[in-house]
C-alpha cells in the first residue's frame, strides 16, 4: 500500500462515497463562485477577480477542517452537547434579533469579535436542535405514544427554536420545522400526536410572522407566486434567462452573461448560474449529487447500530438536501423566492462551516458503526430503531 493511500485510510474515517461527493461539491462550487463573483470584484475590489476566488476557497478548506474534525469524534458525544448549544442559541437568536446585522430588512447576521466575521445564529440553532431532537427521540423510542413525555418537551423546544427564526428568517424557519417533522415520522411518534405539532405549529408560526420582520416580505413573495397577472420579479427573471440561453450543455465556464446583471448570482440564484454556464446537463450533475448525498446519508440510517445516530444521520441529511432542492426549486421557478443559499456550493461564510459540522457528524455516525461498540450504561442510547412501527 503506497503512503497516500494509507494516510487517507488512516484520516478519513467513514463512508468514503460520501467525501468523494463532498469534495466534488467543493471543485464545483469554488469554479461557480469564481466565475459569478465577477462584477462583485469590480465593485468592491477594484477589478481584483482573485480576492473572492481565494476568500472562498479558503473557507471551504476551513469547512472541511471543522468536518475532519467532527468526523473524528464519538458520535454519541453530540447527545450531550447539543442541549448546551441548544441554550446558547436561544439568547443568541434574541440578541440578533433586536440588535444583529441587517440584510435586505432583517436582522440575521452577528459579528464575532477580534475576527470581524460575521455569522448567523441561525445556523447554530437548526444544528442544535436536530441533534438535540434525535437525541430526545432516540431515548424516548419505548415511549413515543406517550404524549407527556416524548411531545411536550419536543415541542417545547421545536417551538422556541422556530418562533425565533421566524421573527427574521421565515424560510429557514419553516424548512426546518419540515425537517423536525420528519424526523419525528422516523423516529415513530404517532400521526395523532404529529397532527398536534403541526397545529401548534401553525400557531407560533402565524404569531411569529406576524410580530416579526418578514410579514409583508412573505405576503409579497407569495402574492408574485401566485398571481401570474402580476410581472415576474427581476432577480427570478434573469435566472429564465440564464437557464433558457443555458442549453444543454451551456456556454461554458466563465461565460455567463446574466452574472453581470442578476443581483446576488453568487448565492441564493447560484444554480441558475450553473446552468447557464454547465447547461441542463450540468444541472441534471449537481440534482444527482445531492440525490448521491441523500442516498448516502439514508445508508448510515439503515446501517445504524443504535436509534441515536440513525435520527441524526437522516436529520441532517434531509436538512441540507430540503435546503438544496428548495432552492434549486426557486430558480426554475417551482415556488416563491426564499432567499435561501445552495447549500456546499453557494458563496458563504461562517455558515459553510457548520455545513462542514453536520457533514462530520453524518460521517462520524458512519465511522462509528464499524468501528464502535456500545457504550456500557447506555442501552436506551444504541437501542435499533424498529423496522416494523405503528402510527394508531
Not at 445516530?309 to 441532517?316: I, M, Q, V
Amino acid at each position: 500500500m503506497d503512503p497516500i493511500t494509507n494516510w487517507l485510510r488512516q484520516n478519513l474515517k467513514g463512508d468514503p462515497i460520501l467525501w468523494g461527493i463532498v469534495l466534488l461539491f467543493s471543485f464545483i462550487s469554488i469554479a461557480v463562485v469564481y466565475s459569478s463573483t465577477g462584477t462583485l470584484a469590480y465593485k468592491q475590489q477594484g477589478g481584483n477577480t482573485e480576492y473572492y476566488l481565494l476568500k472562498h476557497t479558503g473557507l471551504i478548506a476551513v469547512g472541511l477542517g471543522f468536518m475532519w474534525l467532527a468526523h473524528r469524534i464519538d458520535y454519541r458525544y453530540y447527545s450531550r452537547l447539543s442541549l448546551y448549544a441548544l441554550l446558547l442559541s436561544v439568547p443568541l437568536l434574541l440578541f440578533t434579533y433586536m440588535f444583529g446585522g441587517e440584510v435586505n430588512g432583517a436582522s440575521r447576521w452577528l459579528t464575532i469579535p477580534v475576527i470581524n466575521q460575521t455569522f448567523q445564529p441561525s445556523d447554530l440553532a437548526k444544528l442544535a436542535l436536530i441533534s438535540h431532537l434525535a437525541s430526545m427521540l432516540s431515548r424516548r423510542q419505548q415511549h413515543v405514544q406517550d404524549f407527556k413525555t416524548t411531545l411536550l418537551p419536543v415541542m417545547l423546544w421545536v417551538g422556541i427554536i422556530c418562533g425565533l427564526i421566524i421573527l427574521s428568517n421565515a424560510s429557514t424557519a419553516l424548512l426546518l420545522f419540515a425537517t423536525c417533522l420528519l424526523l419525528m415520522f422516523i423516529g415513530r411518534v404517532p400521526l395523532k400526536q404529529m397532527a398536534v405539532m403541526v397545529a401548534i405549529g401553525i400557531l407560533v408560526g402565524g404569531v411569529g410572522l406576524t410580530a416579526g420582520e418578514r410579514y409583508k416580505t412573505v405576503l409579497s413573495r407569495l402574492e408574485s407566486f401566485t398571481d401570474k397577472s402580476k410581472p415576474v420579479p427581476f432577480q427570478l427573471e434573469h435566472a429564465y434567462i440564464a437557464e433558457a440561453t443555458g442549453g444543454i450543455f451551456g456556454k461554458g465556464p466563465g461565460k455567463s452573461t446574466e452574472r453581470n446583471i442578476m443581483p446576488h448570482p453568487y448565492s441564493d440564484f447560484i444554480f441558475a448560474i450553473i446552468i447557464e454556464e454547465y447547461g441542463l446537463f450540468g444541472g441534471a450533475i449537481v440534482v444527482f449529487l445531492y440525490l448521491a448525498f441523500l442516498y448516502r446519508g439514508l445508508k448510515t440510517v439503515m446501517n445504524s447500530y443504535g436509534a441515536f445516530g440513525g435520527l441524526l444521520s437522516a436529520g441532517l441529511s434531509f436538512s441540507l438536501v430540503l435546503q438544496a432542492m428548495v432552492n434549486m426549486g426557486v430558480a426554475v421557478g417551482l415556488g416563491p423566492i426564499t432567499g435561501l443559499p445552495l447549500p456546499l456550493l453557494s458563496m458563504g461564510g461562517t455558515s459553510l462551516i457548520f455545513t462542514g459540522i453536520s457533514i462530520g457528524i453524518i460521517l462520524a455516525v458512519s465511522r462509528g458503526e464499524r468501528e464502535i461498540r456500545p457504550m456500557v450504561g447506555e442501552p436506551e442510547d444504541t437501542a435499533r430503531i424498529p423496522r416494523v412501527s405503528s402510527y394508531a
